[in-house]
């Protein structure tokens, strides 16, 4: 009997042990701490980068992160209407430069790299590729750039042309509509350019480039739409809007031109351009008073917080995004 009983005292005791090693053990355990939050994904910065522009008959850039202006062409020719690469390497313009020539030739266009080395003729018109009435700041009538930086459309005689951005094998795109200032969409699908031939005023016109067919996206009567461009994700086109000495800066569909928003209230805008990945919007404005010259402005695409970038007059500006240069990957050993 008492056998029985030490047995049954010893096997408590041995699991009351079990038990309090194991409690022992869990409490003695180190806890696990969470895993610290991933660190907030930064917003991406869009770099400045630059706007060529025309300062006194030349090219000129402004260094948004500086605010440094360095001329890019000089001399007796005059240049009008700069269109900068996407790679933002170098820009278009018309120019009347003349090699050795004390008397300027005819209006062509002409291409320069950004450090304003490589100055090159792309067109050879005998007769002035840029007539008196294309050299208007309203209309604005630039070439520009596939979005790939690898053709060239721009317009001679109111016909659109494309080429080669080294200046090879012009095409035509669309003869006999007194085309002006073709922009190729981002998807490579459309063409805007701004036409009067069937109206007194330039409107928006919209080049299908598959089949060739042409719609007609604004309708106004008494307003001449001048300088479009697509927004980068090809939904929107700016463009400034005038009549007379009133002139501001727009927004529509690109799809079928509704929906206007204007952007600038001071009558005296023109010239406009996306910048910085359709951040910001660059343009010229006349001023007021007894300065009534033109100088550059910077706002946010939703027409907010103006801010001039030139004092000593500036017109037409393009945006250039800053170049970014990629060191080459070291040589693998062996090899």
């Not at 005292?9 to 090693?21: G, M, T, V």
């Not at 003729?121 to 790939?148: M, V, Y």
């Not at 109206?199 to 598959?210: A, C, K």
Request: proline residues 7%; neutral net charge.
């Amino acid at each position: 009997m008492n056998s029985q009983k030490n047995l049954f005292k010893f096997s408590l005791c041995l699991i009351f042990l079990l038990l309090f090693s194991l409690l022992a053990a869990t409490g003695c355990k180190k806890k696990m701490e969470a895993p610290p939050p991933p660190p907030p994904t930064p917003t991406p910065v869009v770099p400045a980068g630059s706007v060529v522009f025309i300062q006194k008959g030349h090219l000129a850039r402004l260094d948004l992160e500086s605010s440094q202006i360095t001329p890019l062409t000089s001399g007796k020719s005059t240049e009008w209407f700069p269109a900068c690469s996407p790679k933002g390497d170098q820009v278009l313009y018309w120019s009347n430069f003349s090699e050795g020539n004390a008397f300027q030739g005819t209006y062509n266009l002409w291409k320069i790299n950004l450090d304003a080395t490589s100055r090159t003729q792309l067109t050879f018109e005998e007769a002035d590729s840029l007539q008196t009435g294309d050299q208007n700041l309203r209309i604005n009538a630039a070439a520009s750039w596939s979005p790939d930086g690898k053709k060239i459309f721009y317009s001679i005689n109111g016909d659109i042309w494309m080429m080669d951005s080294e200046g090879y094998n012009p095409e035509s795109v669309l003869l006999g509509h007194n085309a002006l200032c073709p922009v190729l969409s981002p998807d490579g699908k459309t063409v805007v350019y701004i036409t009067n031939a069937e109206d007194q005023v330039f409107n928006l016109w919209i080049l299908t480039l598959e089949d060739k067919t042409v719609k007609k996206i604004t309708n106004y009567t008494d307003w001449n739409v001048g300088s479009p461009s697509y927004s980068m994700d090809g939904k929107k086109i700016l463009f400034n809007l005038y009549r007379a000495n009133v002139t501001q800066v727009y927004t529509v569909n690109a799809a079928d031109g509704t929906e206007p928003l204007n952007l600038t209230n001071n009558n005296r805008s023109l010239c406009p351009k996306f910048a910085m990945n359709d951040r910001k919007i660059v343009y010229c404005s006349f001023g007021t008073g007894d300065d009534l010259g033109l100088n550059l402005f910077i706002v946010n695409s939703n027409g907010t917080e103006t801010k001039a970038l030139t004092t000593e007059g500036g017109s037409s500006p393009s945006w250039a995004p800053a170049r970014v240069v990629t060191a080459p990957l070291p040589t693998p050993v062996g090899k």
